[in-house]
């Protein structure tokens, strides 16, 4: 398909964060190539109207990810190969400082308590951008709005307690998802989620936090969304989001070799599922988890 050169990178950051929710939700949903994907269905789901949407999929279609067709809209062209955001995809701003944001605060650059004007001169970031990051991580939990125009961050994981109680919790709900009744490993999901260990393996030295973290977090919620059940994968991802500031933190001291042990782990579990021994990668996921809470705890 002959790409559209003349066409610009999104202009606005609303619709560069809408490029990379549509890369995300290709990439995770790995739909048939020819499948439509119609731009109101896109635009409710995200939550946004659909010029900002159509405009963003022109911009995918210039990039091959998408083709139009005459009567029928937009069509599925190519999927993303997997190991993190593709390198002809715009980064979002709000993506950009929300990660900054908590890498900071979790290595104390920031304080627990920040004011908005601070945050915009710290950041150079504009009002509009700064508020859609607030609004990301008051949604997340992260943070919550002081009386006048300050923020506090919320310590989601702040004791040795709550983090132990938080694997205790990881090993009940993980264990569990790998006995479902409806566990479907399906080959498709299961190739991405492999496919990106494989990427930091062939490079640990040059892996970033974020990436580690993403990587991580979607092996998780992966198993736990194979499971069939909607409960499983909800309460995962929200201990992702209360790992998230902590592991940017421990990242910088994490040994690459701790980093290749745990992908290794994460593909022995893989090697379980797709050989269709569910009782064998529970049991891999309890050692997994185990040893993961054991690792921290020698740190201290």
């Known amino acids: 398909m002959k790409q559209d050169q003349t066409l610009e990178p999104p202009r606005s950051d609303l619709q560069a964060e809408i490029v990379g929710r549509l890369i995300a939700m290709l990439e995770h949903d790995r739909p048939a190539l020819g499948s439509r994907l119609p731009e109101q269905s896109v635009a409710k789901q995200l939550g946004v109207s659909r010029s900002p949407v159509r405009l963003a999929m022109k911009f995918l279609e210039a990039q091959g990810y998408l083709a139009s067709e005459h009567g029928r809209g937009f069509i599925v062209a190519r999927l993303p190969e997997g190991g993190g955001p593709p390198a002809d995809i715009p980064e979002s701003r709000v993506a950009t400082l929300h990660d900054r944001l908590l890498r900071d605060r979790a290595t104390g650059i920031l304080g627990s308590e920040v004011a908005e004007a601070e945050l915009a001169e710290r950041y150079a970031a504009s009002r509009a951008t700064l508020a859609r990051v607030l609004a990301r991580l008051t949604g997340e939990g992260l943070i919550e709005r002081q009386r006048g125009h300050g923020w506090r961050f919320i310590e989601v994981l702040g004791s040795d307690e709550a983090y132990e109680d938080s694997y205790e919790f990881r090993i009940a709900i993980e264990c569990a998802a790998l006995r479902a009744r409806r ?16 990427a930091i393996l062939a490079a640990p030295a040059e892996v970033l936090s974020g990436q580690w973290f993403d990587t991580n977090a979607a092996f998780h919620e992966g198993i736990a969304e194979l499971s069939g059940n909607r ?3 909800q309460a995962i991802r929200h201990q992702n989001t209360l790992r998230r500031m902590l592991e940017y933190a421990e990242f910088s001291a994490m040994p690459r070799d701790r980093v290749e042990q745990s992908c290794r782990e994460h593909l022995a579990i ?6 269709g021994d569910r009782a064998w990668a529970e049991a891999l996921m309890r050692r997994h988890l185990s040893q993961a809470l054991d690792y921290t705890n020698l740190e201290e």
């Open 270 to 275: 893989l090697d379980a599922i797709e050989s």
């Open 183 to 198: 566990f479907n490993a399906d080959p498709a999901k299961l190739a991405v989620i492999r496919q990106r260990h494989e």
């Open 231 to 233: 409960f499983y994968l």
